[in-house]
Each structure stands twice: as C-alpha cells, then as structure tokens.
T-cell receptor, first 111, second 113 residues
C-alpha cells in the first residue's frame, strides 16, 4: 500500500514564496506528480518528478528526494489566483502504475 | 480545457437508483481513469481501462462497474445508490501506456437524496 502525507492547510501572502511538502511511502515508486485544484473544478497537472532534484517551470518548482520519500512544491511570487488545493500523487509500478493522491493542501493567499 | 469531456455535469437522484456517467477521453488517448472525490475522502482512484480492457482496479465498490467502448469513450455505472455515494466523479485520460500525465475532465457532481 501507499501512504502520502501533506499539510491540510497553509496560508501565505500575495507576492511571497510558499513551500508545500509531501512525504510518501510506496513499494514501487515510479514518479510523483503535483496537481492544482480549484474548488469544484478538475485537477490540473503542474509537475512530474521521477529522478532526484529540482524541476522548474515558471513560478512553480518541484523537488524530489527518493531516498527520503520526500517532495515539495515551491510557489514563487504568489498571486491571489494561486489560492487552491495542491495535490501530491505517487505512481506505483507495483500497482499497475495507478496514481494514489494525498489529501491535498488547501492554500489561501491573502493580500 | 483538458480535452476530456464528461456528461452530465450535475446529477440528482434518489437512494436505490442507478445512474450512468459518461466520459470521452482526449483525442488519441487510450487510457481512461475514474476517480471519486468526496469531502472527507479526497481523490480516490476507482478503475482504469486501456484500449477497452480493464487495467487496474482501486477501491471500487461491487455496486459500481465501468467499461470502455471501441470508440474509447467510457461509462461508469453506479447502482443501488446510497447517500454516501454523493461526490464528484472525475474521469481522466492519458496517452500511450506509460505516459505519465493524466488529463482530468470537468467532473460529474452526483447528489443522492
């Protein structure tokens, strides 16, 4: 089975930087994904990490350490529209490559 | 717009009834995934189909079933509905087997009264 943990809620200020952490335990790790989901809407893909290190994509970056079972999503220059839930998901090669999602971190950006 | 379509957008029905949710994947995508998202459970994987065949199964109840048709659209059938089945049901699709990114449809909000 898999266990994915991420904080339930976070608050940050517009223009600031926020880091959302995710820890996981899985038997057949085959990639970690971050999705953004606004309330009542579909999740949208943000990033994918399968090797250790940092992947940067505009204001968003994602980091992975496979040995520590740890990832984070870094959001820079926060905007009000970044208020959303951020879902960490792990793909397990021993489970047909299905994705298991964490409970999500609800980020509130304040002016 | 992800290119994945789902119908209907909203569905209200009574306990004990049966409903069918429909999903059309992105053009060219062979895999379809179904997820359930309720307030207290987060996003839960239900089942995956690849090119018409069941590929992986998650926490899908026996009252629920799915299939993928030759034109690659998929249907999720929910029967003997209970109040606890009220949730958002998402369909996602991805490309060739092993493709890592899943594209989600807008979801169907099911309310069981």
């Amino acid at each position: 089975g898999q266990n994915i943990d991420q904080p339930t809620e976070m608050t940050a200020t517009e223009g600031a930087i926020v880091q959302i952490n995710c820890t996981y335990q899985t038997s057949g790790f085959n990639g970690l994904f971050w999705y953004q989901q606004h309330a009542g809407e579909a999740p949208t893909f943000l990033s994918y990490n399968v090797l250790d290190g940092l992947e940067e994509k505009g204001r968003f970056s994602s980091f992975l350490s496979r040995s520590k079972g740890y990832s984070y999503l870094l959001l820079k220059e926060l905007q009000m529209k970044d208020s959303a839930s951020y879902l960490c998901a792990v793909r397990d090669a021993n489970a047909g490559n299905m994705l298991t999602f964490g409970g999500g971190t609800r980020l509130m950006v304040k002016p | 717009d992800s290119g994945v379509t789902q119908t209907p957008k909203h569905l209200i029905t009574a306990t004990g009834q049966r409903v069918t949710l429909r999903c059309s994947p992105r053009s060219g995508d062979l895999s379809v995934y179904w997820y359930q998202q309720s307030l207290d459970q987060g996003l839960q994987f239900l089942i995956q189909y690849y090119n018409g065949e069941e590929r992986a199964k998650g926490n899908i109840l026996e009252r629920f079933s799915a299939q993928q048709f030759p034109d690659l659209h998929s249907e999720l059938n929910l029967s003997s509905l209970e109040l606890g089945d009220s949730a958002l049901y998402f369909c996602a699709s991805s490309g060739r087997e092993g493709s890592y990114e899943q594209y989600f449809g807008p979801g169907t909000r099911l309310t069981v009264t």
